[in-house]
């Protein structure tokens, strides 16, 4: 049984209804919003056959935080709030952070081309993407990479500008900028640009821009040695219980290649959204949604959420890669984080409605 529209509605109508139930009702007694909540997870656990890690912070205060399951269900390792998820398409989130923060620093421009950072570029092309196309997933620069075709590239050691050259330099699907295409290539892309301005590799870059001053040492890249061994396994199916996980290349890093953990997302999104950190200019931008249809802005997406009576906006940062499946829901207000980490396939229609059940208790 999956967590439906129906089940939403229906659980969090009877956990608001019980938590406003007057003290002395026939029915029950009243239930506070902490009891709410736990009602409407234990649902959602039991009904999906939940394997992962919750996370809720409102007002300053960890409201709920619990995991869930197992990590590694063949080696019995059950599943903590600490364990490491892969953040899958988060990724292009935190990509996107240390993209701004070279804007603001003036070394990279979102109005400027692709041609005007990577000279070797096809120059028809080149000339006509912008960074904000990248970034927006409105380039129409089609994706190349072709595992199912080709299963021989996952064991090539592709630098960056070489991934460019062989999966990212095809003739336009469409006018950049009328379009929303999710494609891997727009952030292989991104990636060499950073590389190219920073003179650094894209991780070292990244830490230092974004990682390291939003106190994140918990976020690391999947490819390297310490992730491999720490990483919650990703499963297509457990009955029968089926492991699907891919080779981790460098050169997919800024689409969705780091890992971190629940707690390390919630101080991700309260560092990037405070003043200091962006902008006012980079910050709003983050924020601007570009293809109206998608709800997608720069590097995610953002959405309203009904809270009580009031609609509220939210950054709304999804992962679907593997086995793994991520949400990172942050109120642009400040006010509320919620983290979903999932290691068993879980659809994200699914794990959306259950953070709109879960928000709706606040």
């Not at 592709?158 to 336009?172: K, M, N, V, W």
């Not at 892309?189 to 190219?196: F, W």
């Not at 997919?252 to 962006?278: N, P, T």
């Not at 249809?293 to 992962?319: C, H, N, Q």
Request: charged residues 20%.
């Amino acid at each position: 049984m999956g967590w439906t529209r129906r089940a939403f509605l229906a659980a969090s109508a009877a956990a608001i209804a019980q938590a406003a139930l007057p003290f002395g009702a026939r029915a029950a007694p009243p239930a506070s919003a902490a009891g709410a909540r736990q009602r409407i997870v234990e649902s959602f656990v039991r009904d999906n056959g939940f394997h992962g890690v919750v996370r809720l912070v409102h007002d300053g205060r960890v409201a709920f935080s619990r995991a869930f399951g197992m990590a590694d269900i063949e080696a019995g390792r059950a599943a903590a709030v600490d364990t490491l998820y892969p953040l899958a398409s988060i990724s292009k989130w935190l990509t996107t952070l240390s993209v701004l923060r070279l804007v603001d620093r003036g070394q990279l421009d979102l109005a400027g081309r692709i041609s005007d950072y990577l000279s070797g570029y096809r120059a028809d092309t080149g000339a006509r993407v912008t960074l904000a196309h990248l970034l927006s997933n409105m380039s129409g620069i089609p994706n190349r990479f072709d595992p199912k075709a080709d299963p021989g590239v996952w064991t090539r050691p592709y630098t960056t500008q070489e991934a460019i050259a062989a999966f990212c330099s095809g003739d336009l699907a469409f006018d950049p900028g009328t379009r929303f295409d999710y494609q891997f290539t727009n952030w292989v892309i991104v990636q060499g640009i950073v590389e190219t301005v920073t003179g650094r590799l894209f991780a070292d870059a990244v830490d230092s821009l974004t990682l390291t001053p939003l106190g994140l040492p918990g976020i690391v890249p999947r490819y390297t040695d310490d992730a491999r061994e720490r990483v919650a396994i990703g499963y297509a199916s457990t009955e029968p219980l089926v492991r699907k996980m891919f080779p981790q290349r460098v050169y997919g890093l800024a689409s969705g290649g780091y890992c971190g953990r629940a707690q390390d997302l919630i101080r991700a999104a309260h560092g990037a959204y405070a003043d200091g950190f962006l902008s006012d200019a980079s910050r709003a931008a983050l924020s601007a949604v570009r293809s109206a249809a998608d709800g997608y802005a720069l590097g995610g997406r953002v959405r309203t959420v009904k809270i009580g009576a009031r609609s509220m906006p939210f950054a709304w940062e999804t992962g679907n890669t593997e086995g793994y499946r991520s949400l990172l829901g942050h109120r642009l207000d400040g006010r509320t984080s919620l983290v979903v980490l999932n290691n068993t396939s879980l659809s994200q229609k699914t794990i959306d409605l259950f953070a709109d059940a879960l928000l709706s208790t606040l």
